[in-house]
């Protein structure tokens, strides 16, 4: 059976309270040296169509059964033709963007620096924590958990005998690494570059792909099944008040 401990309160001033206010201070620290590295670029216009073209075909494809069939017709194939639709990527014209990133020294550069701001902090403050703070019981979480949350929650501590609801210092810098996005989000605004979680999703590919989302919308687009709603408007209306009126 799992044992209650009483955590002193200098556990709590000199290891939890420190270790949470350095996190933040860190990743305020990240996001105004990340703004200091980046540089700007201008935006490519065939990307920035190619994203214009793909939120207008979604919207056909939402709206389709407000337009007449004749006009969704002209529509459909505007896009979806085979030789000269907007939708249509020709096979060799299909572009990499592993390729394009790795031609452009720039974007490499740009993504190495992100990466870099991402990996020299979290490196120096793990071994800052595993160095000042390992073994150390910092928190309690006010609910019961499972033996499963054991390994997330108490990381540097293999003691079986407690409880799974006490949380060690190791793993409450994970906890603070990747839960304090929303604090981030309040304090530098919603788009700022401390999110890690979204850094190391991008870390694993290398960039937009459009002629796999250009193909995608242009077989949504002919799956479609185009039914007018205009002709049965008066009866689904007199439906609604029948209904309502019941």
């Known amino acids: 059976?799992?044992?209650?401990?009483?955590?002193?309160?200098?556990?709590?001033?000199?290891?939890?309270i420190p270790l949470s206010v350095v996190m933040v201070l860190i990743g305020v620290l990240r996001y105004f040296v990340s703004k200091l590295m980046r540089t700007t670029q201008l935006p490519d216009a065939k990307i920035i169509k190619e994203g214009q073209l793909i939120i207008r075909a979604r919207n056909l494809r939402a709206a389709a059964n407000f337009i007449p069939p004749k006009a969704f017709r002209a529509?459909?194939?505007?896009?979806?033709?085979?030789?000269?639709?907007?939708?249509?990527?020709?096979?060799?014209?299909?572009?990499?963007?592993?390729a394009q990133m790795l031609s452009d020294p720039n974007m490499a550069m740009d993504m190495m620096k992100k990466n870099l701001s991402m990996i020299i902090?979290?490196?120096?403050?793990?071994?800052?924590?595993?160095?000042?703070?390992?073994?150390?019981?910092?928190?309690k979480i006010?609910?019961?958990l499972t033996q499963r949350f054991r390994s997330m929650l108490q990381n540097?501590?293999?003691?079986?005998?407690?409880?799974?609801?006490?949380?060690?210092?190791?793993?409450?810098?994970?906890?603070?690494?990747?839960?304090?996005?929303?604090?981030?989000?309040?304090?530098?605004g919603e788009e700022n570059a401390t999110d890690d979680t979204q850094r190391m999703m991008q870390?694993?590919?290398?960039?937009?792909?459009?002629?796999?989302?250009?193909g995608a919308e242009k077989d949504g687009l002919d799956i479609v099944h185009h039914e007018w709603v205009l002709p049965k408007f008066e009866q689904r209306a007199e439906a609604v008040l029948?209904?309502?009126l019941a």
């Open 1 to 16: 059976m799992a044992e209650d401990l009483v955590l002193d309160t200098a556990i709590r001033d000199w290891v939890l």
């Open 142 to 144: 006010p609910f019961p």
């Open 75 to 98: 529509r459909k194939i505007y896009y979806t033709n085979e030789e000269h639709g907007l939708l249509h990527v020709p096979k060799g014209q299909a572009q990499n963007p592993q």
């Open 156 to 188: 540097g501590i293999d003691l079986s005998t407690v409880d799974v609801s006490y949380v060690s210092s190791r793993s409450w810098y994970f906890l603070n690494l990747f839960g304090l996005r929303g604090l981030f989000s309040l304090i530098l």
């Open 121 to 139: 902090p979290q490196t120096l403050t793990f071994a800052w924590v595993n160095f000042f703070f390992s073994g150390f019981v910092a928190a």
């Open 242 to 244: 029948r209904k309502r």
């Open 203 to 214: 870390m694993s590919g290398f960039g937009f792909d459009p002629s796999k989302s250009l």
